[in-house]
């Protein structure tokens, strides 16, 4: 099989289920922010050195997959596609609660950035919270499942939290906003 179809040459895409569609409609859009989350996440694993994050990362990828092909999935569409669950929802707040008690209390804003790691998780964080706005649009045209946005928030809350906690991890202190007022 080639990497290559021609198929796109025209500016249109193929969803699963065989519609094509112009390669910016709004459910391109969406899907395509999930895979880009999906490969910053990529890239903080590629940087990351501590262990305890390869694992939920690395599961979070396969339900950004998963995602991603419910989203190129039309509804009317007979195509079964995997799906994220509010069990995966659970698993992200369970993350989330276990990070946090490593963590002091936020007492201000803080900037992104950080530690390799970090930094790349805030820029994940980012792309996840762009991914949840582009799923936003796409439900205003189609039914989607409340797991869906359930999902991407609480995504993004684990990804900030993360950040954080790679942070201090690496021994980098959070740097506060000052405002310029």
């Given at each position: 099989m080639k990497i290559y179809t021609r198929a796109g040459d025209s500016g249109e895409t193929g969803l699963f289920g065989?519609?094509?569609?112009?390669?910016?409609?709004?459910?391109?859009?969406?899907?395509?922010?999930?895979?880009?989350?999906?490969?910053?996440?990529?890239?903080?694993?590629?940087?990351?050195?501590?262990?305890?994050?390869?694992?939920?990362?690395?599961?979070?990828?396969?339900?950004?997959?998963?995602?991603?092909?419910e989203l190129a999935t039309p509804i009317a569409e007979k195509?079964?596609?995997?799906?994220?669950?509010?069990?995966?929802?659970?698993?992200?707040?369970?993350?989330?609660?276990?990070?946090?008690k490593d963590l002091e209390p936020l007492k201000a804003f803080i900037l992104p950035g950080g530690s390799p790691t970090g930094a790349a998780l805030h820029v994940a964080r980012t792309i996840c919270r762009r991914a949840e706005r582009d799923v936003v649009t796409l439900g205003r045209g189609v039914t989607l499942r409340p797991e869906v946005f359930r999902f991407l928030n609480r995504l993004s809350d684990y990804l900030f939290v993360?950040?954080?906690?790679?942070?201090?991890?690496?021994?980098?202190?959070?740097?506060?906003?000052?405002?310029?007022?």
């Open positions: 065989g519609d094509r569609v112009h390669k910016d409609d709004e459910r391109v859009h969406a899907y395509g922010s999930v895979d880009e989350l999906n490969s910053q996440i990529g890239m903080a694993l590629a940087l990351t050195q501590i262990e305890a994050v390869v694992v939920p990362l690395t599961t979070l990828q396969s339900r950004l997959f998963d995602l991603g092909s195509v079964s596609s995997p799906k994220v669950s509010d069990a995966d929802v659970l698993q992200i707040e369970t993350w989330i609660d276990l990070l946090e993360l950040a954080r906690w790679a942070n201090a991890q690496a021994g980098v202190p959070e740097t506060v906003w000052i405002s310029s007022q």
